[in-house]
């Protein structure tokens, strides 16, 4: 199908749990996350399950099938059901599968679900130990250019590309802890968020060393929860007379590892920024849009350094400017943009699986003009930025389809 024959995409339902400390919640196993976020984006919708015609569920701690598992519990209608893994980008990854079956004619309602129950304890290397990991490429490039610490590895990862930017444009471990600020604040007005405390600049710079320069307060948690999303035809949404919250998805990209993640050497483009600047160029170029344009955004934040590096993969400034945006305030409230009004996963949380639908949640109620106490003012278009090491990079465009139709 030509790209233009492809037809609308709209997001008109939303929801997503609390998310949680892993095992701080009784009786909260992923069929229980599942059932909750699902029927608040059903309610949300205002249809019955019995109206979705496929699913996409993504996860990436579980057993194969795990998505049947979690939806048999809400209905047995008989569905396609598709269980996607990849990395930290896997909800994100669900709904693009689910907005291509959307435009592409295969279906009018289409399911899309991620969720994750996490261990209490540190995240493990690699369940399989006798056959190739998915990241060795980037390990050995790794190690070649910065060396193995006792830190688990994404810490050594993502801080290492924070150490390469100070190198490069003189970025200092203040900006880092700024962003820590900025987003653990945001997140006091979140009640879903994992974390809804407010610190200092020197409690967050004072806490636990991770990797240098991260420390503890800017680093995101193990998390878990579910966030889903009901996504639609134009022709569904005036059907079910649901213009009023049908938030359309402009474009969706994603971009994979380049020759450059490897070749160059370099620790930021080892974690992605390559494969963000690509997937952002492809978005903005297809909707005619520019960074300027936007006025709210949730973003990649597994670790503080990696929101900074990402302002500049997106075009938000320049190549080496993401430092002056941070001083000039340039990515909260009352500046250029705001950047993870949710809290963003540093304090809202990560379960990796449902991390990409939680953002489209948040984006979805802040251009519905929903969120309260931390609605961005005029917010109209929206920018969502999530990234998987291995590599997966999904950038997304967001605006109301309806805003004449706009609830009040």
């Keep these: 199908m030509s790209n233009h024959q492809k037809r609308k995409v709209y997001v008109v339902g939303v929801g997503m749990t609390k998310f949680?400390?892993?095992?701080?919640?009784?009786?909260?196993?992923?069929?229980?996350m599942v059932q909750e976020s699902v029927g608040k984006a059903l309610k949300d919708a205002r249809i019955p399950y019995d109206?979705?015609?496929?699913?996409?569920?993504?996860?990436?701690?579980?057993?194969?099938?795990?998505?049947?598992?979690a939806l048999y519990g809400v209905g047995l209608t008989g569905i396609p059901i598709y269980n996607v893994n990849n990395a930290c980008s896997t909800g994100?990854?669900?709904?693009?599968?689910?907005?291509?079956?959307?435009?592409?004619?295969?279906a009018e309602c289409v399911l899309a679900l991620g969720f994750e129950r996490m261990a209490r304890d540190a995240l493990t290397a690699t369940a399989y130990k006798d056959r190739a990991h998915p990241m060795e490429r980037h390990m050995e490039v790794m190690s070649e250019v910065e060396g193995f610490g006792s830190a688990t590895v994404t810490a050594q990862l993502f801080g290492n590309a924070g150490r390469e930017h100070m190198r490069k444009y003189g970025a200092k471990p203040i900006h880092f802890a700024k962003i820590a600020l900025k987003n653990h604040r945001h997140s006091v007005?979140?009640?879903?968020?994992?974390?809804?405390?407010?610190?200092?600049?020197?409690?967050?710079?004072?806490?636990?060393?991770?990797?240098e320069p991260l420390t503890l307060l800017q680093c995101c948690p193990r998390s878990d929860g579910s966030a889903s999303a009901?996504?639609?035809?134009e022709e569904f949404v005036k059907k079910h007379r649901l213009e009023s919250q049908a938030i359309e998805i402009l474009a969706m990209e994603m971009a994979t590892d380049l020759p450059s993640s490897f070749k160059e050497k370099s620790s930021m483009k080892?974690?992605?920024y390559d494969m963000t600047k690509s997937a952002a160029s492809r978005v903005f170029a297809k909707t005619g849009l520019r960074?300027?344009?936007v006025q709210v955004i949730e973003l990649h934040d597994c670790f503080a350094t990696n929101e900074l590096i990402t302002y500049e993969a997106l075009g938000l400034c320049r190549e080496g400017e993401g430092a002056k945006l941070v001083d000039q305030g340039d990515n909260t409230y009352g500046g250029?943009?705001?950047?993870?009004?949710?809290?963003?996963?540093?304090?809202?949380?990560?379960?990796?699986?449902?991390?990409?639908?939680?953002?489209?949640?948040?984006?979805?109620?802040?251009?519905?003009?929903?969120?309260?106490?931390?609605?961005?003012?005029?917010?109209?278009?929206a920018l969502q930025h999530n990234i998987g090491l291995g590599g997966a990079a999904v950038v997304s465009l967001y605006r109301h389809g309806f805003p004449q139709s706009r609830s009040t």
């Design 20 to 32: 949680e400390k892993p095992g701080s919640r009784a009786n909260f196993d992923y069929p229980e």
């Design 51 to 69: 109206t979705i015609q496929q699913a996409v569920v993504g996860y990436c701690y579980g057993d194969s099938t795990s998505g049947q598992r």
């Design 92 to 106: 994100s990854t669900a709904l693009m599968i689910a907005k291509q079956l959307i435009e592409g004619g295969v």
């Design 189 to 211: 007005k979140n009640p879903l968020s994992q974390y809804q405390d407010d610190y200092t600049l020197d409690q967050i710079m004072q806490s636990k060393m991770i990797h």
């Design 230 to 233: 009901v996504v639609c035809s």
């Design 270 to 272: 080892l974690v992605g």
């Design 291 to 293: 960074p300027t344009d």
């Design 336 to 381: 250029k943009y705001v950047v993870n009004p949710s809290g963003g996963l540093i304090s809202k949380g990560h379960p990796l699986g449902a991390t990409g639908l939680a953002q489209c949640t948040e984006l979805c109620l802040q251009l519905r003009g929903s969120c309260g106490d931390r609605q961005v003012p005029g917010a109209k278009i």
